[in-house]
Antibody
Framework: QVKLLQSGAALVKPGDSVKMSCKAS????????IHWVKQSHGKSLEWIGY????????NYNEKFKSKATLTVDKSSSTAYMEFSRLTSEDSAIYYC?????????WGPGTMVTVSS | DIVLTQSPVLAVSLGQRATISCRAS??????????MHWYQQKPGQQPKLLIY???NLASGIPARFSGSGSGTDFTLTIDPVQADDIAAYYC?????????FGSGTKLEIK
């Protein structure tokens, strides 16, 4: 069955960057787009952007365009998101999700805490 | 951006029907395709797809969940409500970028 395994929680300092991973299994990695979604504590969901593992093409929410960089490694069926110049506003859970047009399957999330 | 509006809380008795609404700031339909989807999120868990394209039940989802609507007004119905349905429910549109979610409706038991 489809599984998305995300990297563990991260504690980072303001101004630093963090790179998190999303390893896919149970399907052909290049068949489905991978989206990334942010959920701040107790709040709703925000779409960050997506990457097409087949072509490497990306589409970002303008709000996160200067903040997030999406990449993939097809050889390991893994998607990555790097978040830069972190502030306290970036403390959140970040989910990856595979998509056929909606968010079919979700990873368990990576919690990022930004604190000095 | 397309704004999706949901009521924050809905309290329903076990065994009764729950109707959760989502209103979009502009149409999310193209021809007869309604690009609105619903997710369930239980505390401490990731969201799970319930309904796609307004009325299609996702794989493995019980038939007590159903969806309807078109244009700007959509509804998720749970009938009958069970204790396991306590969660937050989010609508999401894929009509245009950026993809957006509603603020969520928390289902509570009376």
């Amino acid at each position: 069955q489809v599984k998305l395994l995300q990297s563990g929680a991260a504690l980072v300092k303001p101004g630093d960057s963090v790179k998190m991973s999303c390893k896919a299994s149970g399907y052909t990695f290049t068949d489905y787009i991978i989206h990334w979604v942010k959920q701040s504590h107790g709040k709703s969901l925000e779409w960050i952007g997506y990457i097409n593992p087949y072509s490497g093409g990306t589409n970002y929410n303008e709000k996160f365009k200067s903040k997030a960089t999406l990449t993939v490694d097809k050889s390991s069926s893994t998607a990555y998101m790097e978040f830069s110049r972190l502030t306290s506003e970036d403390s959140a859970i970040y989910y990856c999700a595979s998509s056929t047009g909606y968010f079919d399957f979700w990873g368990p999330g990576t919690m990022v805490t930004v604190s000095s | 951006d397309i704004v999706l509006t949901q009521s924050p809380v809905l309290a329903v008795s076990l065994g009764q029907r729950a109707t959760i609404s989502c209103r979009a700031s502009q149409s999310v339909s193209i021809s007869s395709i309604n690009l609105m989807h619903w997710y369930q999120q239980k505390p401490g868990q990731q969201p799970k797809l319930l309904i796609y394209r307004a009325s299609n039940l996702a794989s493995g989802i019980p038939a007590r969940f159903s969806g309807s609507g078109s244009g700007t007004d959509f509804t998720l119905t749970i009938d009958p409500v069970q204790a396991d349905d306590i969660a937050a429910y989010y609508c999401q549109q894929s009509r245009e970028s950026p993809l957006t979610f509603g603020s969520g409706t928390k289902l509570e038991i009376k």
